[in-house]
């Protein structure tokens, strides 16, 4: 087998796939692989992407589910190949997702990255944007827009590091993700600096320990703030919410929810309460290192009577 050679790319930016169909296929409550999504992208004109999820043989035991941990997995192979790096190591994935390049991974975040990237070159996606294409202009009237492929598209291969040391397992990214062609044929992938996702080793030394949890949700967040700050969406609303329950779909919202933290995953009151508060704890955190970087001008706490924490406010 032949061996790739690799080298870490160090970005000035990274990139977020912020389009309506990634954040529903990574937060959607239940099954997505049992029926076809119709997904409202243009409101004003009823317009509707048509999106099938589909599973391979080796994935069928395991949970399928997309998460956002999946999301940063897919931007952070998407900032590579932006950056002409389309063979690269977990541990490539783990420094890109963290903006610390220079950090020491361990093994198990290694093992986190292997797992998400099998079971995503495991998930056909196809995307039928024709109607949505066709209204922005994008094709002609005649023609069709129908994408497919795998979410990740990958092989795997032997990697030789830059300096000739050592050989290890790596990846090469086949092809662009269709997730990502479609994104950005409609303006949806968002850029970001580096700065903004750095965290710290794991000693969190003056930032917050590069833990999944921190990752997942710093993506999030900026995720809402570039909708805010595009005027183009008319949202003047800096609320997030983190627990809201909408009795007509019978589900969970807020930002946990979608997150994939809900009370009935864990064992007891006690427990939630507890990790509630850390949460809570992340994004103030986060948000207070974004006010220190003038990414946001401020914050304010929304409080449910005179103690519990609901959400927060982000001033622009």
């Not at 589909?54 to 994935?59: G, K, P, Q, R």
């Not at 809402?224 to 009795?247: A, P, Q, T, W």
Request: aromatic share 6%.
């Amino acid at each position: 087998m032949t061996k790739k050679i690799v080298q870490m790319p160090k970005p000035k930016k990274e990139y977020l796939n912020n389009s309506k169909i990634a954040n529903y296929i990574s937060t959607k409550q239940g099954d997505l692989f049992s029926s076809t999504m119709q997904l409202m992208t243009i409101p004003k004109k009823n317009i509707v992407v048509t999106v099938d999820l589909d599973a391979d043989e080796n994935l069928a035991l395991s949970n399928p589910n997309i998460t956002q941990y999946d999301m940063a997995v897919m931007d952070a192979v998407y900032t590579m190949m932006v950056n002409g790096a389309w063979v690269f190591t977990p541990e490539m994935v783990v420094r890109i997702m963290s903006g610390n390049f220079d950090q020491d991974v361990t093994p198990q975040k290694s093992a986190s990255v292997v797992k998400s990237l099998h079971k995503l070159s495991l998930i056909r996606i196809s995307i039928d944007c024709t109607n949505e294409l066709r209204a922005r202009k994008k094709i002609e009237k005649d023609d069709t827009a129908v994408l497919k492929s795998y979410l990740m598209p990958l092989r795997e291969v032997e990697v030789r590091s830059a300096n000739h040391r050592s050989v290890r397992r790596g990846y090469q990214l086949i092809e662009e993700p269709v997730l990502y062609t479609y994104a950005n044929i409609i303006n949806q992938i968002i850029d970001v600096p580096v700065e903004l996702l750095e965290i710290a080793d794991a000693s969190g030394r003056g930032h917050l320990y590069d833990t999944d949890d921190v990752i997942v949700i710093k993506r999030a967040i900026i995720r809402r703030i570039e909708v805010l700050k595009d005027k183009k969406n008319n949202m003047n609303n800096g609320i997030i919410r983190y627990e809201r329950y909408d009795s007509v779909a019978g589900i969970s919202k807020g930002l946990f929810a979608r997150l994939g933290y809900q009370e009935s995953n864990y064992k007891n009151a006690k427990q939630w309460k507890k990790k509630r508060s850390s949460l809570n704890k992340i994004v103030t955190t986060i948000l207070e290192d974004f006010s220190k970087e003038k990414y946001i001008a401020g914050y304010d706490i929304i409080r449910e009577g005179k103690q519990k924490v609901v959400g927060v406010r982000i001033i622009l």
